[in-house]
């Protein structure tokens, strides 16, 4: 009983021991997101939407780093890191293009 005991923290340790880092979200308070998002990497908002009543979806981007930031922000002023990436380039083009086709 107790080397099946053993055995199972063993392989819970190996199992989160190797779980990657970006699978851990980032949350802080939205002030400071914002400021390491400006600051840090010269992004400004692009976009915000409402996904329920006490939550929203921003997007931050850098067209001089081509960073980009996709935050949700609560009411309660908490906001978590939700993805990040590379090579962001503002195209409202491609924004109106796909309106047209789903004939929005």
Known sequence: ???SVMTAF???GIVTVSLPLRAQTICNTRAKIISQLTEKYGEVSNG???QSTNQVIELW????TGSWTIIASRADGISCI???GGSWANNPSY???FDKQVKY
């Open 61 to 64: 981007s850098s067209q001089i």
């Open 82 to 84: 939700l993805a990040t």
């Open 10 to 12: 063993v392989l819970l």
């Open 95 to 97: 924004a109106t293009a």
């Open 48 to 50: 915000v939407g409402m």
């Open 1 to 3: 009983m107790l080397k």
